[in-house]
């Protein structure tokens, strides 16, 4: 098996959907962490991972581990997480019939296209100088997000957000609800999705992705 190397920030919601599927899908990978707080993202080493200066990026070595030659990267998170699917197929976060796995993507794309990326604080920022219009811009986009969420997966009942394992879904909910509570959104306004959230914090996979076991503290 090709061996990797993740550049990811410890509190990025993309990062932790990456390390959640490494982890569990139990593939081994080296972790180097870019403060998305420092100037490192527009220096010229991460521009070239990735020409947003983004993480997650994924480093692809060879089986040796050799980093000579033209360097390979793949970035953006639902892009390396179905990569991964493809390479290590079990346990699957695509499970089930096309239909059902149309139903986890578009569970996916509300959190990853639709919630995720507009309540991001360079875009908050961007918004206004601001800070209480950029906490009430975040809180909007979070919440309309969520909601949406919640009344889709009443479509696809069960333990997590498509039936009793794990999918691609829950691998971006879980870090968005993440990122509610630290913004001050309390999940019980969102029955279904807290139940989702508490299931999956008692997994094992979750805790070994979880921001607080790559914390710089940690």
């Not at 899908?25 to 991972?49: F, H, M, W």
């Not at 996916?108 to 908050?124: D, R």
Request: aromatic share 10%.
């Amino acid at each position: 098996m090709n061996k990797f190397r993740l550049y990811h920030y410890w509190r990025s919601s993309s990062s932790w959907r990456v390390r959640w599927a490494l982890a569990l899908k139990k593939i081994p990978c080296e972790y180097v962490s870019v403060n998305l707080l420092s100037d490192e993202t527009d220096g010229p080493e991460q521009r070239a991972r990735n020409p947003f200066g983004y993480v997650p990026v994924l480093q692809i070595l060879d089986d040796s581990g050799d980093t000579t030659g033209k360097p390979v990267y793949l970035t953006e998170s639902l892009a390396i997480i179905e990569w991964l699917e493809e390479l290590v197929g079990t346990p699957s976060v695509l499970p089930g019939s096309s239909y059902q796995k149309a139903k986890i993507r578009q569970l996916a794309e509300t959190i990853n296209a639709g919630t995720q990326p507009i309540q991001n604080p360079a875009v908050a920022q961007f918004y206004s100088s601001d800070a209480e219009q950029q906490k009430k811009w975040s809180l909007h986009w979070i919440r309309n997000g969520l909601a949406a969420y919640e009344s889709l997966v009443q479509e696809t009942p069960g333990v997590f957000s498509v039936g009793d394992t794990l999918t691609l879904a829950d691998l971006c909910l879980i870090p968005q609800c993440y990122n509610a509570l630290r913004q001050g959104v309390f999940l019980s306004e969102f029955p279904k999705i807290e139940k989702i959230y508490q299931s999956a914090l008692l997994t094992e996979s979750c805790q070994a992705s979880a921001p607080d076991s790559f914390s710089p503290q940690s």
